[in-house]
């Protein structure tokens, strides 16, 4: 296996995945963040600098902006009173959701183009990617 072939074809496949068209447009980073918290719920800020590619203060002036928009929200940690967590507003919730189908609309127009073989191929392909996050514990 060619590794860095495959890392090239990811890089140039997501060139065109993070560009697909949807419906509001959000920064990378706010979007990371919202698509972060989806998939890993609630979390403490701290936890957050784990994940994405900021400093704690930009990060904490990121999601002062995402709360102000209404799309975060915060609330004290149940395990520890002194700590907040972070979590998805409805609105927020919304975001991702409808992302999520816009990218699924436009990525089946271009599905539609491949062959059968070439569809098969790719449903492989799909399962391997969630096997390597599984792997690196990110999902």
């Known amino acids: 296996m060619n590794v860095d072939e495959l890392a090239t074809a990811i890089e140039n496949f997501n060139t065109i995945f993070i560009r697909l068209p949807a419906v509001r447009r959000l920064n990378f980073s706010a979007l990371s963040v919202l698509h972060t918290l989806q998939r890993r719920g609630p979390l403490r800020l701290t936890d957050l600098t784990t994940t994405e590619q900021l400093k704690q203060p930009a990060l904490t002036s990121l999601v002062a902006k995402l709360e102000q928009d209404g799309l975060v929200a915060r609330r004290p940690d149940p395990r520890d009173g002194r700590a907040i967590l972070l979590s998805l507003t409805a609105e927020g919730e919304e975001i991702v959701r409808s992302r999520h189908e816009d990218r699924v609309a436009n990525l089946t127009r271009l599905v539609d183009q491949l062959t059968d073989e070439e569809r098969e191929v790719l449903a492989g392909t799909a399962r391997v990617l969630d096997r ?8």
Request: glycine fraction near 12%; aromatic fraction near 0%.
């Open 132 to 139: 390597l996050v599984e792997i690196e514990g990110k999902a």
